[in-house]
């Protein structure tokens, strides 16, 4: 997976606060918000959780990706 594109600090902070939360079923929460925001026709908050989802699943790798400092 390539590295997801991270917005901000709220992205970080939604993807962490579901990982706390919901642990392993985090990106599945993210995915069933996302389904929400896009059956209420919602398409930036669709964006956002998608974008969470795809976070959450980069987080959870046990691969390293890109530098290592």
């Known amino acids: 997976m390539d590295s997801p594109y991270i917005s901000g600090r709220a992205a970080l902070a ?4 579901l990982l ?3 642990g392993d079923n985090a ?3 993210a995915a069933s918000r996302a389904e929400g925001s896009r059956d209420a ?8 959780w998608r974008q969470i989802e795809r976070v959450i699943a980069s987080l959870s790798e046990a691969e390293v990706r890109g530098t290592v400092h």
């Open 41 to 48: 026709g919602n398409v930036l908050r669709f964006c956002h």
């Open 20 to 22: 706390e939360r919901f």
């Open 27 to 29: 990106g599945l929460e």
């Open 14 to 17: 939604d993807a962490s606060d």
